[in-house]
T-cell receptor
Framework: AQSVTQLDSHVSVSEGTPVLLRCNYSSSYSPSLFWYVQHPNKGLQLLLKYTSAATLVKGINGFEAEFKKSETSFHLTKPSAHMSDAAEYFCVVIGAAGNKLTFGGGTRVLVKP | GAVVSQHPSRVICKSGTSVKIECRSLDFQATTMFWYRQFPKQSLMLMATSNEGSKATYEQGVEKDKFLINHASLTLSTLTVTSAHPEDSSFYIC??????????????FGPGTRLTVT
């Protein structure tokens, strides 16, 4: 079985400052990990994915995440937050069968002007 | 990636009626689709896995007779909420399973359907 823990339910940053969203996972095998973003009343958009290639993964909109096996972490970062980054972010691990997703609880990002 | 649509985007129905939600894969044939439910300020909960040409696989605690899933073609899966009650009000999201250029699966999500039962 696998699980995902997003350590912060809410993160508030000022526009132009860095964003850090923390995610820890538990898995009995080498996992595939994803970050999705959800804007209000919208579906989920894939930001980036880790699938056992490079440990530093670059995604869309300036986001990147680093897979650290020793720390079982997959934290999401962005050097400079934009107002449009205000949304809910989900860290996700894919199941052993290769299809079922396990979602973290989500982190709501607020960007202050 | 894959492009997924849902219809309707919003629906309001009276208690006791049934509502059908469509999920379409627009640019590739999806043998597997998923249905999720999301309550306000919460994460997504997988309801069922929809397999083309066979019965859906429901997660524990999800009533299959209440949430009817039909995946009759490779581009369309439908979720019917039967005899809806106010507690069924939620945001329903579908996704399609896509195997890209790697050996790993990805899921692409529809825009969601907001169901309100009065």
């Amino acid at each position: 079985a696998q699980s995902v823990t997003q350590l912060d339910s809410h993160v508030s940053v000022s526009e132009g400052t860095p964003v850090l969203l923390r995610c820890n996972y538990s898995s009995s095998y080498s996992p595939s990990l994803f970050w999705y973003v959800q804007h209000p009343n919208k579906g989920l958009q894939l930001l980036l994915k880790y699938t056992s290639a490079a440990t530093l993964v670059k995604g869309i909109n300036g986001f990147e995440a680093e897979f650290k096996k020793s720390e079982t972490s997959f934290h999401l970062t962005k050097p400079s937050a934009h107002m449009s980054d205000a949304a809910e972010y989900f860290c996700v691990v894919i199941g052993a069968a290769g299809n079922k997703l396990t979602f973290g609880g989500g982190t709501r990002v607020l960007v202050k002007p | 990636g894959a492009v997924v649509s849902q219809h309707p985007s919003r629906v309001i129905c009276k208690s006791g009626t049934s509502v059908k939600i469509e999920c379409r894969s627009l640019d590739f044939q999806a043998t597997t689709m998923f249905w999720y439910r999301q309550f306000p300020k919460q994460s997504l909960m997988l309801m069922a896995t929809s397999n083309e040409g066979s019965k859906a696989t429901y997660e524990q605690g999800v009533e299959k007779d209440k949430f009817l899933i039909n995946h009759a073609s490779l581009t369309l899966s439908t979720l019917t909420v039967t005899s809806a009650h106010p507690e069924d009000s939620s945001f329903y999201i579908c996704s399609v399973q896509w195997r890209g250029d790697s050996l790993h699966y990805e899921q692409y999500f529809g825009p969601g359907t907001r169901l309100t039962v009065t």
